[in-house]
């Protein structure tokens, strides 16, 4: 059965396949935005333009949630950097992934539910600290006691919710993509000789051409929502 390469190291354990997996596409967006953006002209050429774009269509993601004009100033570039480096992370494993026998040492970094739920987690202290710094300590917990005490901690558990449907979301539907490609190319291909190896390629195509759809939905749908969190803690209802 096919597996991630983990290693264990002062008592904790590393999965060495996100590691390679996240670095290389941190290397990738790095280089990206160097190249889209490295000769600025006043009138814009091809790649300022895309640049551009891309800077333009996250702005109106955190514009269209979060209302503090203070916030938005502080998220615009987060929210640029977030989508860019998820998209990419959702298409690694459709187009390389990399095996040593029963391990695979690089893949999507996002079909692992440790990754996204570390991309959950950074949104939602960040989420925690903009709220603070907003109403201040006091004034931030006793949003949650609002409009009548008892909510309390119904509201707590809704954070716990927030938590795991932002990464949870994220993670089932790039790991689903992920395993249909290999059940096609590992099993149904080569299960009844010519025929079904011709019938594969299409079929793969056909998945990978959608699941690079899906994988862009999922980094507009992330982004989106972790904004939609940001903007709820800087707003009292």
Do not use: C, D, H
């Given at each position: 059965m096919e597996q991630s390469f983990v290693f264990k190291f002062l008592g904790l354990t590393f999965d060495l396949s996100g590691i390679i997996g996240s670095t290389l596409m941190a290397a990738v967006v790095l280089f990206v935005c160097i190249w889209l953006s490295g000769k600025v002209e006043m009138k814009p050429n091809k790649k300022q333009n895309i640049m551009e774009y891309l800077i333009d269509f996250t702005d109106g993601i955190v514009k269209d949630n979060v209302s503090d004009v203070d916030a938005r100033k502080h998220l615009s570039l987060y929210a640029f950097v977030l989508f860019i480096y998820i998209w990419f992370m959702n298409q690694l494993g459709l187009f390389l992934e990399v095996k040593a026998g029963d391990n695979i040492f690089v893949k999507s970094p996002t079909a692992d539910p440790v990754t996204t739920m570390s991309f959950a987690m950074m949104t939602l202290l960040l989420s925690f600290t903009f709220g603070m710094q907003k109403f201040g300590t006091g004034g931030y917990w006793r949003n949650?006691?609002?409009?009548?005490?008892?909510?309390?901690?119904?509201?707590?558990?809704?954070?716990?919710?927030?938590?795991?449907?932002?990464?949870?979301?994220?993670?089932?539907?790039?790991?689903?993509?992920?395993?249909?490609?290999?059940?096609?190319?590992?099993?149904?291909?080569?299960?009844?000789?010519?025929?079904?190896?011709?019938?594969?390629?299409?079929?793969?195509?056909?998945?990978?051409?959608?699941?690079?759809?899906?994988?862009?939905?999922?980094?507009?749908?992330?982004?989106?929502?972790?904004?939609?969190?940001?903007?709820?803690?800087?707003?009292?209802?």
């Open positions: 949650y006691a609002e409009p009548v005490s008892f909510l309390f901690p119904i509201n707590m558990i809704e954070e716990v919710t927030n938590f795991l449907t932002l990464s949870l979301r994220l993670y089932g539907n790039i790991y689903a993509g992920e395993v249909l490609l290999t059940l096609i190319g590992n099993s149904f291909a080569p299960s009844f000789g010519v025929i079904t190896l011709v019938l594969a390629a299409p079929l793969a195509m056909i998945w990978q051409g959608f699941s690079v759809f899906i994988g862009s939905i999922q980094a507009y749908v992330f982004v989106t929502l972790s904004m939609v969190y940001v903007g709820k803690k800087v707003t009292k209802e």
